[in-house]
């Protein structure tokens, strides 16, 4: 048994996701025990700062380098406040904080790109725990999109012997693991996987614009179910070319981020839809592009949704993903077990348990990779 830290800050760019927790077994026989998960909220001028190169900024490689050294201060600490009343870790997998994508395909010739900053030597360093991090650059490396690395992880911890599923994270991007039944031999090669578009940046950032600042999401789905979503807007907004890429394909803020929604606003505006409206409006994107997506790219239907991230936190969100995929079962991944809170950063512990036992992370029929790889860079303690 091996006693891993899992670190993750996501699109949402809200705070650390950190989980505590022992791992056994290779793959099929992997146990996992989470000991404990917490999240540790940037500052404010951290996440701005962040939200801001994301977006697009444009900074000197002398503050990008400040910007990489605090980023990996604060998930350092976050590493020591998890494992503070227990034993020390003897492994830390980070994935960082995401700050810029260019899914493989994009740019003709050149493959993809992909940086996640917080950098792992220096946590090694503040830690004193041996740390893996740069989980994305292997699978890009090898031509794959670097994303979704997920669902390697929930396929030996969420898939069914009878019943085929889908894992679906909602988090400021959507993404899906499909994951047929292990009854099925030919399961594993039949997993499928890929970024499914917004799930919460355009709903977060429209929340924010109508309540000028003073709320940042739309907590269970309350606003957005007080609207009506405007139908007209989600099928020419689901005409957009991501929705119809058939996969690998991942996507981020830089797609889906402000812009479109600037863009989306103006499109509104023939509708004169009120802010409640625009938020059932924006849910109903989410639920129609993943929708679509099953409908499109899977062989059949899941018997189950297993939802995890925020989102699967909005109400009314959920509601709608189960009215229009029914007779599907929606409920979330905490229902069979393991946390939909924390289940990215859990993820990454178990890549990073993996990287150490040179076993490979990335499942070549998700990504696009030509191969399987070891996924993530090794950074030692040196005493
Ligand atoms: N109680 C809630 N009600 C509605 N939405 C919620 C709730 N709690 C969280 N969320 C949504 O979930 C988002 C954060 O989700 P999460 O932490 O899974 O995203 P992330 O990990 O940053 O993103 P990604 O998975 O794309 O990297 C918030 O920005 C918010 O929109
Ligand atoms: C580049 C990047 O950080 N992508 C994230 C992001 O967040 C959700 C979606 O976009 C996803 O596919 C990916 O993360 C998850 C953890 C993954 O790799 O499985």
């Known amino acids: 048994m091996t006693r891993v830290i899992g670190l993750i800050s996501g699109t949402s760019v809200d705070g650390i996701d950190a989980v505590l927790v022992n791992i056994s077994g290779t793959e099929l026989d992997l146990q996992i025990e989470l000991l404990k998960g917490a999240t540790y909220p940037y500052s404010e001028a951290l996440s701005e700062q962040i939200m801001a190169v994301c977006q697009g900024a444009a900074i000197s490689m002398a503050e990008l380098a400040r910007l990489d050294d605090a980023i990996a201060q604060v998930f350092a600490q976050a590493a020591l406040n998890i494992q503070a009343s227990y034993p020390s870790a003897q492994l ?7 700050i810029y994508h260019r899914p493989a395909g994009e740019m003709e ?9 917080g950098r792992g030597d220096l946590i090694a360093r503040l830690t004193g725990i041996p740390t893996i991090s740069n989980f994305r650059v292997a699978d890009v490396a090898a031509g794959g999109q670097g994303a979704p690395l997920v669902p390697k992880v929930d396929a030996y911890l969420l898939s069914h012997l009878e019943k085929s599923r889908c894992v679906q994270n909602l988090g400021g991007i959507g993404n899906v693991a499909y994951l047929p039944a292990r009854s099925n031999p030919h399961w594993l090669e039949e997993i499928r996987g890929w970024d499914t578009g917004p799930a919460n940046t355009l709903i977060d950032l429209a929340v ?8 940042s999401y739309d907590e269970g789905g309350e606003w957005a179910a007080s609207g009506t979503p405007c139908q007209n807007l989600v099928d020419e907004w689901l005409r957009q070319d991501f929705f119809h890429q058939a996969p690998p394909k991942s996507t981020g803020r830089e797609l889906f981020g402000s812009q479109y929604l600037a863009r989306c606003l103006l499109a509104a505006e023939a509708y004169r839809l009120s802010p409640a409206d625009m938020l059932a409006t924006l849910t109903e994107l989410t639920v129609a592009s993943i929708v679509h997506s099953y409908q499109t790219f899977l062989p059949q239907l899941p018997e189950q949704v297993l939802l995890c991230g925020g989102g699967s936190k909005n109400i009314y969100l959920k509601e709608r993903l189960q009215a229009r995929l029914q007779p599907t079962v929606v409920s979330t991944t905490d229902d069979v077990g393991l946390s939909a809170d924390f289940k990215e950063a859990i993820a990454f512990a178990v890549l990073a ?14 990504t696009g990779a030509k191969q399987q790889v070891l996924l993530g860079h090794i950074h030692p303690v040196y005493f």
Request: no cysteine; proline share 5%; aromatic share 10%.
């Open 92 to 98: 830390i997998g980070s994935h960082g904080q995401n």
């Open 109 to 117: 010739g050149q493959g993809g790109y992909t940086l996640q900053i």
């Open 208 to 215: 924010q614009h109508y309540s000028n600042g003073a709320q």
């Open 353 to 366: 348990y993996w990287r150490n036992l040179e076993i490979p992370g990335n499942l070549p029929q998700v």
